[in-house]
């Protein structure tokens, strides 16, 4: 079954970091494109990071620059968000995507995670 | 930046009713265009990509149009399942979300 399982999430201080890990199992991941979106309490989706294949190319929304990072291990079909520097409006519902459909350049999100709640309050 | 504006926000409808949702972009993104469902408590799911091509195991009620900078997804006969709200997404230039339009009911 391809399925993606995000872990990591929970309560953390404004100022503080937190990492978001995602496995992936079902398809080859080092052959896809990997995405972070999040969903803040009771609003609509909004693209944080993605990551090409081998890791050599990144993009972030200009909100997380220099806050975020994304990274991966497809050694163990991994793919990562490290926060820093957290701030109460990125408390969400973080999910991990494949970008897997459609497209030529770029994909649109064909197989996602469940989600894990990050809180950033004092 | 290329903005997704999609209304309505919220959409009363009965079974059996045709349902039309409108996507718009803020600049032309040919055909990157996908339309998403999202139910309470769960993860998006992809019904259409590239505008108009519906993805397997979608229902063949739902349908995507358009071009550009404008596009449409129509639910031809309201299910009880398709009470949900849905997202257009553009991948032209990086990815963008609309503001999503609640499907109700009426």
């Known amino acids: 079954e391809v399925q993606l399982v995000e872990s990591g999430g929970g309560l953390v201080q404004p100022g503080g970091s937190l990492r978001l890990s995602c496995a992936a199992s079902g398809f080859t991941f080092s052959n896809y494109w990997m995405s972070w979106v999040r969903q803040a309490p009771g609003k609509g989706l909004e693209w944080v990071a993605n990551i090409k294949k081998d890791g050599s190319e990144k993009y972030y929304v200009d909100s997380v620059k220099g806050r975020f990072t994304i990274t991966r291990d497809n050694a163990k079909n991994s793919l990562y968000l490290q926060m820093k520097s957290l701030r109460g409006e990125d408390t969400a519902v973080y999910y991990c995507?494949?970008?897997?459909?459609?497209?030529?350049?770029?994909?649109?999100?064909?197989?996602w995670g469940q989600g894990t709640m990050v809180t950033v309050s004092s | 930046d290329i903005q997704m504006t999609q209304s309505p926000s919220t959409l009363s409808a009965s079974v059996g009713d045709r349902v039309t949702i409108t996507c718009r972009a803020s600049q032309s993104i040919s055909s990157w265009l996908a339309w998403y469902q999202q139910k309470p408590g769960k993860a998006p799911k992809v019904l259409i990509y590239d505008a108009s091509t519906l993805d397997s195991g979608v229902p063949s009620r739902f349908s995507g149009s358009g071009s550009g900078t404008e596009f449409t997804l129509t639910i031809s006969s309201l299910q009880p399942d398709d009470f949900a709200t849905y997202y257009c997404q553009q991948y032209n230039s990086y990815w963008t979300f609309g503001q999503g339009t609640k499907v109700e009911i009426k």
């Open positions: 995507a494949r970008d897997g459909i459609g497209g030529i350049t770029l994909h649109a999100f064909d197989i």
